[in-house]
């Protein structure tokens, strides 16, 4: 030990090595318990990342980066459907491993500290797993989306065994009693990609988690006591840890958006009075026809309220870059912002921002909550309809817009959320949450504490 006497040196730091699934909402969060780690837990990180959606090491010079081939096709790669995307790239390191082997091996090697104590791999992530695995490497696995969301993975072979899934129209509104609260159309499912494929992703999660050492789950205790109780009965692994939002655990941004976030927005809407704003995006994938997008166009302008509307290349299905309707700038001069990606957590902590219009991505979900933020559901796909479920009938605190998508639905919805009563109650109870929220991050709080778990754990490898 190294008391400062002299010529000792300090004890060697451990290091810890992190590989996010490449997209947005599993970027973030591995992003910002990288930095816990690193910050909290003094530990050395090293980031490994594929060429696809490529992070920009220049942004994280307290991390070292090692690049992984992914070997994703790059008609995959363009259309960017994320289920298509996970499966080429656990197939072709499947095929071969070497190369996730050698990606491994010099993030290991190059050590001149205490050495690599563990991998701390997304999910979906299987076929990396495999490889740590036959090299004496234990893997943790951080779980991006809820704790709900995980029991609806582990239960996916019982949904089918029982008729629930694949769902039929007819079986939507079904409840499914082994997993209060949720209907049929509330299920992990999926448009895009085909069902037999989604089966199959989520196979890989199962086999992923229960191979690993111990889960991280970027939720916290008190926003899901009952959810979080089953699963550490259902899941027998050395450790289970709650230790989100992330975003609030860490210190700083996690500097890994893959777009450009506009901060102007920010200056505007320090001119706008407190709780007016409706804060409107939908993620970094969801997309609608070019007929949705008018309808939310113009509902937007005819609510009358000031809103900042995230446009980002792609909302419109096949359109890389996007037209507003004529005569739709004019109609909404100094009362509502159009901008291509926002500084998505700063704005929701805005005091102007009295409401946000989301598509329910857990990380949407979980940064809404944190804010204090009553939001307008409307799920697309994957674990949104679940959370949206959760928003509303469990936390109270948004309702979903159904149906298609109309101009006169959408100025009703913001009218709801915004002005009348309802509203107001929905937003007393996300005050009410927020404030849990704040003492899950109070120095002794329950994340806090999760992450100190962590950080022994990591310690005594
Ligand atoms: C989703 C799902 O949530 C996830 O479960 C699934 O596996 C893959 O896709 P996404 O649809 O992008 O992710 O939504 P979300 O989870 O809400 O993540 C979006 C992230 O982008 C958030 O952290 C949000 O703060 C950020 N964002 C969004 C911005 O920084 N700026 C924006 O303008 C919009």
Not at 314 to 325: F, H, M, N, Y
Request: glycine letters at 8%; charged letters at 20%.
């Amino acid at each position: 030990g190294g008391d400062g006497d002299g010529g000792e040196k300090p004890p060697p730091q451990r290091r810890v090595l992190v590989f996010p699934l490449p997209f947005q909402g599993h970027i973030d969060p591995m992003m910002h318990l990288a930095g816990v780690l690193h910050a909290r837990g003094g530990l050395a990180i090293t980031v490994l990342h594929t060429r696809f959606n490529a992070l920009d090491p220049a942004l994280h010079p307290e991390f070292r980066f090692v690049p992984v081939p992914d070997g994703v096709p790059a008609d995959v790669a363009a259309a960017g459907k994320i289920i298509d995307v996970i499966l080429a790239m656990n197939a072709a390191m499947e095929a071969s491993p070497a190369a996730v082997r050698g990606a491994l091996a010099s993030a290991l090697t190059e050590d001149e500290d205490g050495g690599a104590a563990c991998l701390v791999i997304d999910a979906n992530l299987l076929a990396v797993q495999k490889v740590a695995a036959e090299i004496g490497l234990p893997t943790v696995v951080l779980r991006t989306g809820s704790a709900a969301c995980l029991r609806c993975f582990l239960a996916y072979p019982m949904l089918h065994e029982k008729g629930y899934l694949p769902s039929q129209e007819s079986q939507l509104y079904m409840p499914v009693p082994e997993l209060p609260p949720l209907r049929v159309r509330d299920l992990f499912q999926t448009k895009i990609s085909g069902h037999e494929m989604l089966c199959e992703v989520i196979a890989r999660i199962n086999e992923t988690v229960t191979n690993s050492s111990g889960v991280v789950i970027n939720t916290f205790e008190a926003l899901e006591p009952t959810e979080l109780e089953k699963l550490r009965g259902e899941l027998h692994l050395p450790f289970f840890l709650t230790a989100g939002p992330l975003h609030k655990l860490s210190s700083k941004n996690s500097g890994s958006s893959l777009l450009h976030q506009d901060k102007g927005c920010i200056d505007w809407l320090d001119t706008q009075p407190p709780g007016s704003v409706l804060y409107v995006s939908f993620g970094s994938l969801a997309a609608m026809d070019s007929g949705e997008f008018l309808e939310v166009a113009w509902g937007l302008a005819n609510s009358g309220h000031p809103f900042l509307w995230v446009v980002r290349p792609k909302l419109v299905q096949d359109c890389d870059s996007v037209a507003l309707p004529e005569g739709f700038e004019d109609a909404i001069k100094g009362r509502g912002m159009v901008i291509q990606w926002a500084p998505q957590q700063e704005v929701l902590a805005h005091r102007a921002v009295g409401g946000f219009w989301t598509h329910n991505g857990w990380n949407s979900t979980l940064e809404s909550i944190a804010e204090g933020v009553p939001m307008i559901c409307r799920p697309n796909a994957v674990d949104q309809m679940m959370n949206t479920r959760y928003v509303e009938n469990v936390w109270g605190v948004g309702f979903e817009l159904h149906g298609e998508l109309e101009r006169g639905k959408i100025q009703n919805a913001v009218t709801r959320l915004m002005d009348e009563r309802e509203g107001a109650e929905m937003r007393e109870r996300a005050e009410v949450l927020r404030r849990k929220v704040a003492e899950c991050l109070e120095s002794s709080g329950s994340s806090q504490v999760a992450v100190d778990k962590f950080v022994s754990y990591i310690l005594s490898l």
